[in-house]
């Protein structure tokens, strides 16, 4: 396996982290107004995501600076061409931000109803916006000779030579994305929390997955046509079918253990019908980052964008010590915050 | 493509600056917790716990906001300055990517670890996290200065066939000497806007007869951190990083000093304004030969005026360079006496009641993030025309197919909600100082304060 292939590997891990951990809360953030009726049950589902938000997030962050690292030539491209979308991106996910950090610091129930509003409304959005920008690099972009693009919000609102970022088959992955994250949300809430919001939460992920079946069955049945390449790159090494097929049996252990209640388990297998898809759509894709829509000639892959081999090479050294670390002290975190948040004492709550 | 150069300059020197006012606090409040935090745990003193307790709470405001408006930093390299990071992603790629991997998890980890699990994981454990979250903010300002002064200084480099640049040595890019300085300089200013507003809010509650057993600790702590801030930042550190611009950066200091034309004996200019026309200094107020000494340690010694050097390379906003940094030199002047007279105060035990001295601390708060902006602006204005000094011009690096339209569109949204973002900050600010420190003498009895 060469250096690339390594570090293509590593930023996709990287994004696909993100979605895992970002996603639930987005999904809690969609879900929130319908599971939270009160302002008690509004404060649990924020302790439910309280200590651990700002630590997910970082995975896209991180992310990002990993992409810059390795293919720099894809990071500057990608970016700049698709610079309406991220910077949208960018304010709701300063909106979302503070929306969780500042909603309880005051009583007053009209500043509360303003941020629970932001937080629902930002979540939904990105969770579109973030499916949407999978959707442009599945579908391609407009590429000219020296590597650059820019793309409109729209243009004719279908894939073609000159795409939007939105257009039919990105808003199809926008919405499958949000209904996939809401109840990957409400999975997380059924095992943080209980009573009402948790009946309400498991109510939602059983309905929900029925949304996302038909709409996933659409989205692969028009692939082919949106992008042929990724077909290709299937035949080309069919030992990628194994993971379309890890993420169909996810899908089916993941309902077999809601049957049985079984909270852990489900969240579990949910997370990793959402890193199925990720690495089925990764391996699609392989070796191209950014598919040119105009000439397959301007698509940029991972070998004509990478940085050098040193900076690969030490990168990889200082990232390996650097990554177990996080992982080490985020698992015991995790482990120290584990179990049913605790309800908080009335006169002490409020701060 | 002209005018969208000069919008993606400003959108980025307006989202910098405004992202900047946020991890200054964090960071220089980082150290202050952290000592808090580590009497508390040593002494058994409960009154440091709800001193640290109290500050962790502004730390977790202001780190919100930096966190927030980090974001779009790091992705507007790719968004407006697309043919910059193609040119130096294989350099600054490593130093943005260490800094989301080494510090950024770091911090938002044990902010939580700080702020929800003092009862969960018991005393020990918290400590950890202070230090943890302390070393967090350092490292996260020390990647990013390394980045910055890569800029300033381009070291262990080289150029690939297809013109782009890229790493030859970690290592040399870590140990960059540029960043000696820099860096020290830049976290000595942070200590010093963390201390001066830990003193500030200690002297308002003073005044206002509130929360007094409190207010004399954040008083003692944030006069005492001031005052040692405060006279690094002169010396050393400023004058160290004054030296190395003379030394590499002829032109940005002869432009920082308002220095026109070679000559020995060059006189050190406290206030004037340059005049662009005659270049020559208006309404001048010098010492004689200062500046000679205080770069060539001789009072005769040559110094290079901007005559000296071609015209397009003379940063495009000299005035304002020259403004920005004395406002910075002024203001630092202006802070070593005080906190000095402070200090001695507090020495002789008259400080509580020297109503004067807590009025100016008090108000002097917002200057030191006046002095930072300030030296900012001096060091990446005068970095002009360069983006990477002496290596790559700014006007070569913005994204080619990002239209003006475009850029003036999203700079008006960041001036938008940057503006809301401020006013909400501040009205948080003002509104957790009122609700003031919460004095429980142990660990508080939740273990979720925040929502
Ligand atoms: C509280 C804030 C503060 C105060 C009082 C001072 N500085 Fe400063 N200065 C900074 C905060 C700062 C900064 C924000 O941290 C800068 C911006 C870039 C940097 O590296 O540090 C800076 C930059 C900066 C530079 C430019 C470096 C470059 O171009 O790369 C010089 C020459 C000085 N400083 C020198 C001084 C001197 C001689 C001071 C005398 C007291 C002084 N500073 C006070
Ligand atoms: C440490 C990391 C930093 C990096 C990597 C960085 C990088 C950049 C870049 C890419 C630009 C745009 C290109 C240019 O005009 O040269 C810029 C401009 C600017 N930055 Fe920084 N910057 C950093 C920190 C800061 C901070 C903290 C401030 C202020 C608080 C600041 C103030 C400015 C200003 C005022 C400009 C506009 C200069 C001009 O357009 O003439 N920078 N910087
Ligand atoms: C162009 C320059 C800059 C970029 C690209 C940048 C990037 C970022 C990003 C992405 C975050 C959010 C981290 C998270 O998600 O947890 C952040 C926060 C932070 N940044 Fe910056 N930053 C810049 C300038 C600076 C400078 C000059 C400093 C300090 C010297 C600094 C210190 C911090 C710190 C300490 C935080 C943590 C949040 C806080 O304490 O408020 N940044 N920055």
Redesign the pocket.
Known sequence: MSIEVLWFVIVVLMFAVFVVLDGFVLGTGIIYLFVARTDAERRLVLEAIGPVWKGNEVWLVAGGGLLFLAFPKAFAAGFSGLYLALILVLWLLIMRGLSIALRSHLQNPLWRAFWDAIFAVASLLLAIGFGAALGNVIRGVPLTADGYFFTAFWTTFAPGLEPGILDWFTVLVGVLTAVILTVHGANYLTIKTDAAVRSRASQIADAGVWLVVPLAIVAILVLPFVQPALRHSYDAHPAGYVLPLITAVALITAQYFRRRRRDGATFFSWSLFILGMLGSVAWGLFPNLLIATRDPAYSLTIYNTAAPLYGLRVGLVWFSIGISLVIAYTILVYRGFRGKVERVPVEEGHE | MESAL?Y???Q???T??????F?QLTMGLAVLIFYLKSRAYWTHDAHYNDAARFWTKIFALSFAFGVVTGIP?EF??GT??AK?STFAGGV?GQT?AMEGVFSFFLESTFLGVLLFGEKKFGPFVHWTAALMLFLGSWLSGLF??A???W?QHPVAYAVDQDGAVHVTSLWGLLTNPWLVWQFTH?MTAAVATGSFVMAAVGAYYLLSGTHTDSAKTFLRTGVVAGAIASTLLLFPTGHGAALQVFEHQPIKGAAFEGHFHTESGVDLLIVGQPNMETLTIDNPLIVPQMLSFIIHKHFGAEIKGLSEFPRDQW???MPLLYYTYHIMVGLGMIFIPLMLTAVALLWQGRLFQARWMLWTIMLIAPFPYIA??A???T???G?????IYGLFR?AD??SPLVSSGNVLFTLLGFLGLYLLLGLLFLFLFFETVSRGPTVTGGPRSTSAPMY
């Open positions: 000069f993606d300059r400003l980025f020197a307006t910098v600056i405004f992202h900047y006012l991890p930093m507007q390299f407006n300055w910059f600054i943005l990013i200065i980045t910055n002064a800029m830049t940063p495009d906003t930072t902006t030296g900012w602006m060091a990446e204005l970095r002009q025309p360069w983006l700014t690096g913005a």
